[in-house]
């Protein structure tokens, strides 16, 4: 029961959307968003969810067959003023499917103009791989980076065309409560849908994750962008849940908020390609090969927790700011690619609205996580690094920023 508890005044500020792939190991740790999201509407009326929640576990209202059934389903509802409703419960949906995201998106764009909600943002809740793909399936596949946007896209239109007259709605924010989504591969296919706002984990996430009280620092900040991305990446770093016999952990190492604004992104692409191309052109010059490759391996990868093992993929996905700032300081390269370099970390960072890293994350042996400000690039020093998963039909190469900056051009001087 929720006691002593501010209550904002009613005035809908927020759809916030909740789409939790539960049908692998994550069940029943990440059901505590949704228990969370309940509290979160109970003290601020601004806010009301809507929820689609595949999962094996069985909770009153959904099932009145109660604890006992544990068949994997598809529980579909809203959250509002402490309250559930509109519940629908049916056989599980493959929440890894374009279309069943795209739906969700349409339905949570529909709540939103019926409940004359300010934004919309929707919150994906699963296991995720950076530019591999996210919302990973029972047999350990996962929904393509381009598919995810394209969902969102294809939302944006099933409302569009079903409510002319709210048309101009969009999905102003996307929250990544999966492992690694911090990418500008990501970022990139997020703008092009229209998002503005990505809020994301470069590294590894510890379940349950990004609180669902972050949907109060968005309906709390709607005039205020910076302050909302503060408000957020604080509640994601302060958030600690409870370990038992071991403490308290914090649900990530390190946590950003970008703003996806066209103009910022078409720069940051720009001055990326910029440097790719250069660097490309260059490379056959004494010595620059050898740099370019040094400074790189010297930028950890991510997943840096002890006993991550030597194949895990995303260890080529370094931090953008750090290796792009470790080239313009680096003297043993000209000019021009030192210039190059300070222009695509000064684009890149701005993008970046808000993040905070930990110098000692305790949950990871005390790993450093103190350069992981900002998206990742994914950046492989060997051949195997380039797709190594792709073996199982993922790649991470294959998105239109890859392309669209020429990151094949740096590779190819890298590995």
């Given at each position: ?5 501010t ?47 595949t ?12 604890d ?19 519940v ?44 591999g ?59 092009k849908?229209g ?48 370990a ?12 950003d908020?970008?703003d ?69 300081g ?6 021009r ?33 103190s ?24 790649v ?6 890859y ?13």
């Amino acid at each position: 029961m929720l006691q002593n508890v501010t209550i904002t005044p009613a005035r809908r500020s927020l759809e916030f959307g909740i789409y939790r792939d539960g049908d692998n190991n994550l069940d029943a740790i990440q059901e505590s968003t949704l228990s969370q999201a309940l509290q979160t509407s109970a003290r601020d009326s601004r806010v009301e969810f809507t929820v689609e929640d595949t999962t094996r576990e069985s909770r009153a209202p959904f099932n009145s067959a109660g604890d006992k059934v544990r068949k994997l389903h598809t529980d579909e509802y809203t959250i509002s003023n402490g309250d559930i409703g509109n519940v629908r419960s049916e056989k599980a949906a493959d929440m890894s499917d374009e279309a069943n995201l795209a739906r969700f998106v349409a339905r949570t764009l529909d709540n939103a103009q019926a409940s004359g909600a300010k934004q919309t943002w929707i919150d994906l809740v699963d296991h995720g791989g950076g530019d591999g793909g996210g919302l990973q399936t029972g047999d350990g596949s996962v929904m393509s980076m381009p598919d995810i946007a394209k969902a969102i896209s294809d939302g944006l239109a099933m409302h569009a065309a079903a409510h002319p007259d709210d048309a101009r709605r969009s999905i102003d924010g996307v929250v990544a409560n999966q492992c690694l989504m911090d990418t500008m591969g990501f970022a990139d296919a997020l703008s092009k849908a229209g998002v503005r706002y990505l809020a994301a984990s470069p590294e590894t996430m510890l379940a349950p994750g990004v609180p669902s009280d972050v949907a109060h620092a968005i309906a709390s900040h709607e005039n205020d962008p910076g302050a909302m991305a503060k408000s957020v990446v604080n509640d994601v770093m302060h958030t600690k849940y409870d370990a038992g016999d071991f403490g308290g952990f914090g649900p990530a190492a390190a946590f950003d908020v970008l703003d996806l604004d066209q103009t910022k992104m078409r720069l940051a692409e720009s001055s990326i390609k910029r440097l790719n191309d250069d660097v490309s052109a260059e490379a056959g010059a004494k010595g620059v090969r050898d740099v370019v490759r040094e400074d790189a391996g010297a930028i950890q990868g991510m997943v840096r927790f002890p006993g991550a093992s030597k194949d895990m993929p995303w260890r080529a996905d370094r931090p953008a700011i750090a290796f792009y700032d470790r080239l313009a300081g680096d003297e043993r390269l000209d000019a021009r690619l030192r210039n190059d370099a300070a222009a695509a970390a000064h684009a890149v960072g701005d993008l970046v609205l808000a993040h905070r890293e930990s110098g000692e994350f305790a949950p990871f042996g005390g790993a450093d996580y103190s350069d992981a400000a900002g998206p990742t690039i994914h950046l492989p020093t060997t051949r195997y690094q380039i797709d190594p998963w792709a073996s199982g039909g993922v790649v991470e190469t294959k998105n239109a920023f890859y392309k669209d900056v020429d990151e094949d051009a740096m590779t190819g001087v890298l590995a």
